[in-house]
C-alpha cells in the first residue's frame, strides 16, 4: 500500500502535466488552424497613389462632364460615376437602399439685361454692379429705395457692435463693406483681427440685412478684403443661381441682394457728397451708419424652377458601434458652362472641385481595403451645390441621414493641393477643436507640422462644406497642405503654377494639366485617411475647444 501511494505520489504530477501539455497543445493548433487577422493599415495607407487620383480627376474635369452644374446632364453624368465606384468598393448605400439624398432647389436666372440706377450713376450688369434676388418671384422692382451706409453690416452683441443701433432700415437699400472690422484694425480688441469671423461673410450681411427689414442690400466689393477678384463675383452671381426650396418662397429675404465695384462705389459715396476712404475709416473704428440722401432702383426680371439635385452618400459598416459615424465631405458640382462666351464655355472645375472629389474615391478604396474592419461606420458625403452657398452641405445639415449625436466628426476635401509636397500642414480655422490632436498625430507620420492657414482673412473655415456641420454642433476639420514646398524643386514647380491656379480659380481655364503635381494631394489623402481611421478604430468624442464658437448642441 505505502509503495502504491508513493508510486501515486510520483505518477500524479506527471499525469497531470501531461495531461496539462496535451490541453495546451491541442488549444495551439485548433489556433493555428484559425485564419490570423493582420491589420495591414500602413499597407494600405501606401497604396493611395497619385496616379488613381490622376484618373478620376480628368474623368470628372473632362468636357463630358460639362462642368458638372446641378441639374444638368454633367450632374447624372457625375452621380453615375460615383455610385458606379463606390459599388465596386463595395459599400452600402447611405440612405436606406439608395446612394442619393434628394436636395430640392430653385433654380433662378435673372436676365442680364437691367441697369441699377443710383444717384445720378447708371451702373451696367457684370461691370460695375451684380444684382439678383432669392424671392420666388418673375419680377422684382426696387424703385426709389432711399440709400443708407451701415458700414460692415454686422450685429454681433458678443463683440458689443451693431451697426444698425437705432437704425430703421425697412424699405431702405443698405450699403455694406465686405469683411468684418478686425481686417483692417488687425490690433485692435475686437472682432479677431485679420482672422475672418463669421460676420465677415456675404452670406451673413444679407442675412442680417433681411433681418433687419431691409429692402435691398448692396456689398461693396474690394479685391483684399473680399480675398477674390471682381471676376469672381460676376462669374459666380451670374446665370443660373439656386437656393433650397422654401415654404415662403423666400419672402424674408430682401428683395435685391447685389454687390458694386469699388469704383462704382465711389462715385456714389462722391455724389453723396462723401469720401468713401473716410467713410470706410469710421465704420473700421466703430459701429457706424449713414443716410447717403441717395435713392436706388433696379429691376429684376426672374426665370425660375423647382428643380432635384443630389447629395451622393455611401458607406463602410463599423464591426462594433455601426450607428457612430465619421462624415468625409467633398463637393462634386462647379458652374457649368456659359453658352453666350465665345470660345472655351466650359468651366470644368478640376481644382475646384474634381481633385477633392477624387480623393474621397482613392479614400474610400482604401478603407474598403482594410483587413480589419474598424469599430466605427465612415461614410462618404459628396454633395451638391456648394458653389451657390454650401446648398447640400446645408440641406443635409438640416435633414440628416445619419443623427448628428452619432455623428463623431467631419473631415473636409475641397480645392486640394496640385503644388507639390509641403514639409507643414495648414489648419483652416486653427484652434476650434481636438480634431487637431488627431490631424498632429498624422502630419508628424509624414514629418510635417501644423501651422494656421495662410490667409485667415479670407474666411475660408466659412466658405467650404464642413461650416454645415460646424454650425449644428459638429467637430469639423478642414486641413490641406502648406506653404513650404518640400525640395527647391518643388518650389519653383509651385512658384510657376501657383500663378495658373490662382487665376483660373472660378474660371474656364480650371482645367486639369499633365504637368500637375499631384503628391501634395496624395499627401493630405493620406493624412486625412489615418485622422478618419484613427477616429474610427477608437470610443473617443472629439470636443469643440472652449474658444470656439460653436458648441455640441
Known amino acids: ?209 433681411s433681418r433687419q427689414g431691409a429692402a435691398a442690400a448692396i456689398i461693396v466689393h474690394e479685391t483684399k478684403p473680399a480675398s477674390y477678384g471682381w471676376s469672381v463675383v460676376a462669374n459666380s452671381w451670374s446665370g443660373p443661381q439656386y437656393g433650397l426650396v422654401s415654404e415662403n418662397g423666400n419672402a424674408d429675404r430682401v428683395s435685391v441682394e447685389g454687390w458694386l465695384t469699388t469704383e462704382a462705389a465711389q462715385k456714389v459715396f462722391a455724389d453723396a457728397g462723401l469720401n468713401f476712404a473716410e467713410e470706410k475709416a469710421k465704420a473700421i473704428a466703430a459701429p457706424y451708419n449713414k443716410s447717403m440722401g441717395l435713392e436706388a432702383s433696379v429691376t429684376v426680371n426672374n426665370s425660375f424652377k423647382k428643380s432635384t439635385s443630389y447629395n451622393f452618400i455611401a458607406t463602410f459598416p463599423g464591426s462594433e458601434t455601426p450607428d457612430e459615424h465619421v462624415i468625409y465631405t467633398a463637393h462634386w458640382d462647379h458652374l457649368g458652362k456659359d453658352e453666350s462666351k465665345d470660345g472655351d464655355q466650359i468651366y470644368n472645375g478640376a481644382h475646384d472641385n474634381a481633385t477633392g472629389t477624387a480623393a474621397t474615391i482613392v479614400m474610400a478604396k482604401a478603407y474598403s481595403e482594410l483587413t480589419v474592419t474598424p469599430k466605427r461606420s465612415t461614410t462618404f458625403l459628396i454633395v451638391t451645390a456648394e458653389e451657390q452657398g454650401l446648398l447640400g452641405s446645408k440641406y443635409y445639415s438640416e435633414h440628416p441621414i445619419i443623427p448628428l449625436a452619432k455623428t463623431v466628426a467631419n473631415i473636409n476635401m475641397d480645392a486640394m493641393n496640385v503644388l507639390g509636397k509641403t514639409k507643414d500642414v495648414a489648419v483652416v480655422g486653427m484652434g476650434k477643436s481636438e480634431l487637431e490632436n488627431y490631424l498632429e498625430k498624422a502630419v508628424k507620420r509624414q514629418g510635417r507640422h501644423l501651422v494656421q492657414e495662410g490667409r485667415p482673412e479670407a474666411g475660408y473655415y466659412y466658405r467650404s462644406d464642413h461650416f454645415s456641420f460646424a454650425k449644428q454642433g459638429v467637430p469639423a476639420l478642414y486641413a490641406e497642405g502648406g506653404e513650404e514646398p518640400i525640395d527647391e524643386a518643388t518650389a519653383a514647380y509651385r512658384k510657376r503654377t501657383n500663378v495658373i491656379v490662382t487665376g483660373c480659380y472660378h474660371q474656364v481655364c480650371d482645367k486639369y494639366r499633365e504637368n500637375w503635381d499631384l503628391s501634395g494631394i496624395q499627401q493630405d489623402t493620406q493624412m486625412l485617411f489615418e485622422v478618419g481611421y484613427d477616429l474610427v478604430s477608437s470610443d473617443d468624442w472629439p470636443k469643440w475647444n472652449a474658444s470656439s464658437e460653436f458648441q455640441r448642441k
Open 1 to 209: 500500500m505505502k509503495t502504491c501511494h508513493k508510486l501515486l505520489a510520483l505518477c500524479l504530477p506527471f499525469t497531470l502535466a501531461l495531461s496539462a501539455c496535451q490541453n495546451k497543445t491541442v488549444e495551439t493548433t485548433a489556433a493555428d488552424t484559425m485564419p490570423v487577422v493582420v491589420d495591414n493599415f500602413i499597407d494600405v495607407y501606401e497604396t493611395i497613389s497619385t496616379d488613381e487620383l490622376k484618373t478620376h480627376i480628368k474623368i470628372l474635369a473632362s468636357d463630358e462632364f460639362e462642368g458638372r452644374l446641378p441639374t444638368t446632364i454633367g450632374e447624372k453624368k457625375t452621380l453615375d460615376y460615383l455610385v458606379n465606384a463606390f459599388k465596386k468598393m463595395g459599400y452600402a448605400p447611405g440612405n436606406g437602399d439608395s446612394y442619393l439624398q434628394p436636395v430640392e432647389l430653385i433654380e433662378m436666372t435673372a436676365d442680364p439685361d437691367m441697369t441699377m440706377t443710383i444717384g445720378e450713376n447708371n451702373f451696367v450688369y457684370k461691370e460695375g454692379m451684380m444684382a439678383s434676388t432669392q424671392r420666388e418671384q418673375a419680377k422684382v422692382e426696387l424703385k426709389n429705395s432711399e440709400l443708407v451706409f451701415v458700414g460692415y453690416g454686422v450685429n454681433a452683441p458678443e463683440y458689443e457692435w451693431n451697426d444698425y443701433q437705432g437704425l430703421d432700415v425697412k424699405g431702405k437699400t443698405v450699403v455694406i463693406l465686405v469683411n468684418d472690422p478686425g481686417f483692417e484694425n488687425p490690433q485692435g480688441d475686437k472682432f479677431q483681427g485679420k482672422t475672418m469671423t463669421y460676420y465677415g461673410r456675404w452670406t451673413y450681411k444679407y442675412e442680417e440685412a
